[in-house]
């Protein structure tokens, strides 16, 4: 089995940093891509950011270009997100995402969710 366990959220006030770390673990072949993608209550999961293992690729949400940065470290399967000048638009449920394979082709897995609140 393959878990997901993100770290870092917390409540913050705006214009403030927070840096959220994702560890994959368990039985890793392989992992394609990591990301983030993030939830509001009523609204549908949204892309924050995702990159590629192999060659560090980056895709970002557009609402988030310029102020969030996603790195991977692939010797401990860790993926983070750097999020600074947060803004009260950022609170969502910020979920982990990865594409991993176990040996018998990559599954696509979730994390549990951290939560991320920007209030003053």
């Known amino acids: 089995q393959v878990q997901l366990v993100e770290s870092g959220g917390g409540l913050v006030q705006p214009g403030v940093s927070l840096r959220l770390s994702c560890t994959a673990s368990?039985?890793?072949?392989?992992?394609?891509?990591m990301g983030w993608y993030r939830q509001t209550p009523g609204k549908e999961r949204e892309l924050v950011a995702r990159?590629?293992?192999?060659?560090?690729?980056?895709n970002y949400g557009d609402s988030v270009k310029g102020r969030f940065t996603i790195s991977r470290d692939n010797a401990k399967d860790t993926v983070y997100l750097q999020m600074n000048s947060l803004e009260p638009e950022d609170t969502a449920v910020y979920y982990c995402?990865?594409?991993?394979?176990?040996?018998?082709?990559?599954?696509?897995?979730w994390g549990q969710g951290t939560q991320v609140a920007v209030s003053s």
């Open positions: 995402n990865a594409d991993i394979n176990s040996g018998w082709g990559f599954q696509n897995y």
């Open positions: 368990g039985v890793i072949s392989s992992i394609k891509m």
């Open positions: 990159i590629t293992t192999s060659d560090e690729i980056t």
